[in-house]
């Protein structure tokens, strides 16, 4: 016996990605390290990514990102010269700043960096090349270079022309580091760090680049707080005899300490050791940069609104030595481990410098999480799409406090016979909450009970009465139960 059996398959139609042709279009531009960057061999015209990379991270970063600072043109060049940095503008710009190794197989997340947001914002109906770009640079240099201003300026022109002459939204992420210039930064942490580049390679980097010197404290900020360089430190009087005292520097006069700290810092390239101490011309610069910054204002038709990593102990002051084991030469301070003063922040930013830009902010929002995590956050595409007017309105979302809203149970009766009619309703909510700087509501703990009663009586004797009862019960994390237990009832004359 031959069995045939025949598989018929019909061909269905792709579906389509929604698009929403009413939006405005968005660019999104990075933060220090957020931008791919790719090295180019003027030699043979060959290219590599350097920034950021899992296989030989620490090699490239040294032969082909060291760099040297030139004040004649406040740029900062490769020690390498054959080798040009450039930044990818595939996809419109976005694919340098969406994944920055997509190479990397095993802890992917650690260089995701809008990926989850573009997702989000494609399935809200943006397009990629149409409202959606991306501003990668070359983070290294100086946020007002002109050459990167040029670049932004024809960017923004292109975007422009391609949304069809729609004002163009701009998601962005700047804010302010401290001591890095003395250790180093790392931009991974746990079994990363063993494969990418070591805090003190990113150090002999980051000291001849424009960029990290601008994001350090302004000694002409009004702080609250002020971000604080502090050395126990042994003086001796005219009587020859020893006092340990803590000394304390603030932004400005801290400058003479790095000075000294950095005196005799070398960088190893090609066989020859190169003086890298702290750069004043580059600290010249940045003064300019935090002058012009100072005075900037938005025009009055621009709307700025400011998201802000909160919950997270963020390194604010620094604090070397120790009252039985005072610094005892400057320039060790650099393998000194220094004992950081804590504020709230997202880790690396503070709160208090992630809203010190000096401008006039439609709202301010803190979201609790980590400086880099959070643009992963389901919260923050929450803001962003009704802020951006993405996509239908969130009932459960009111952005004035920054509720969420859920409702929880309802229930309703009703009785109506000879004129006489009774309604009663029970409602429960979940209320989640924050207040602007991301700390819980400081009523938490304590139940609120409010009533109110409400009646009328008409001349033709008609009556009608209403009762309303709300309980808000405290929970955890920020959460509130809220329930609403309403009774009304009315008579009729006739």
């Known amino acids: 016996m031959t069995i045939l059996r025949f598989s018929f398959i019909r061909k269905t139609k792709e579906q389509q990605p929604y698009v929403n042709h009413d939006l405005n279009p968005v660019l999104l531009v990075p933060g220090i390290g957020g931008s791919m960057l790719n090295a180019v061999d003027d030699q043979n015209g060959t290219e590599e990514r350097v920034w950021v990379r899992f296989l030989s991270a620490e090699y490239k970063l040294k032969t082909k990102l060291w760099s040297r600072y030139d ?22 710009g976005l694919y340098a700043l969406d994944i920055l190794d997509p190479d990397l197989l095993i802890g992917y997340e650690s260089v995701y960096y ?32 002109q050459e990167t201003m040029d670049r932004l300026a024809a960017k923004l022109e ?9 004002k163009i939204d701009i998601i962005s992420a700047p804010g302010m580091v401290n001591s890095t210039l003395l250790n180093g930064m790392s931009f991974v942490e746990g079994w990363e760090q063993n494969f990418f580049i070591s805090k003190w390679s ?11 010197y601008e994001l350090m404290g302004s000694p002409n ?15 001796h009087d005219s009587d020859g005899k020893s006092h340990i005292i803590l000394e304390s520097y603030p932004p400005g006069d801290s400058i003479e300490i790095l000075k000294e700290a950095l005196a005799n810092n070398t960088v190893n390239y090609d ?4 003086p890298l101490p702290f750069n004043l011309e580059i600290m010249k610069w940045a003064n300019k940069t935090w002058e012009i910054l ?15 990593g909160t919950s997270l102990g963020t390194a604010h002051s620094v604090c070397y030595g120790n009252e039985g084991k005072p610094v005892p030469d400057l320039q060790q301070l650099h393998s000194l481990q220094a004992k950081c003063i804590y504020v709230d922040g997202d880790g690396t930013v503070p709160i208090e410098s992630a809203k010190a830009d000096g401008l006039n902010a439609e709202a301010r929002v803190g979201i609790p999480g980590e400086h880099r995590g959070i643009l992963c956050e389901p919260h923050l595409f929450r803001i962003l799409k009704h802020w951006l007017k993405a996509g239908d309105p969130d009932p459960y979302y009111n952005p004035l406090n920054d509720y969420v809203v859920l409702p929880t149970a309802f229930e309703m009766e009703s009785f109506k016979e000879k004129g006489l009619e009774v309604a009663s309703l029970k409602e429960e909510w979940e209320i989640i909450s924050k207040d602007q700087d991301g700390q819980s509501n400081n ?13 009328h009586g008409a001349a033709d004797q008609s009556y009608s009465e209403a009762h309303a009862t709300v309980i808000v019960h405290p929970g955890k994390d920020g959460k509130h139960h809220v329930q609403l237990n309403a009774l009304a009832v009315s008579v009729d004359a006739s």
């Not at 990113?202 to 990290?212: A, D, G, K, Y």
């Not at 066989?271 to 190169?274: C, E, N, T, V």
């Open 71 to 92: 004040p004649s043109t406040g740029k900062t060049e490769s020690l390498d010269p054959n080798t040009r940095i450039t930044v990818p503008e595939d996809r419109n």
């Open 114 to 145: 809008f990926h989850d947001l573009i997702i989000q914002m494609l399935k809200w109906g943006y397009q990629e090349g149409k409202t959606l770009f991306g501003f990668g640079y070359d983070f290294r240099q100086s946020n007002r270079l």
């Open 158 to 166: 292109s975007v422009y022309n391609a949304a069809g002459g729609k």
């Open 202 to 212: 990113m150090h002999q980097l980051l000291i001849e680049c424009p960029s990290l």
């Open 221 to 235: 900020f009004n702080w609250q707080h002020i971000p604080l360089l502090e050395l126990w430190h042994e003086k």
């Open 271 to 274: 066989g020859k050791d190169l």
């Open 294 to 308: 100072s005075s900037a204002k938005l025009p009055s038709e621009v709307k700025f609104y400011n998201i802000y």
């Open 443 to 455: 009523t938490a703990g304590i139940t609120s009970l409010s009533s109110m009663s409400v009646s």
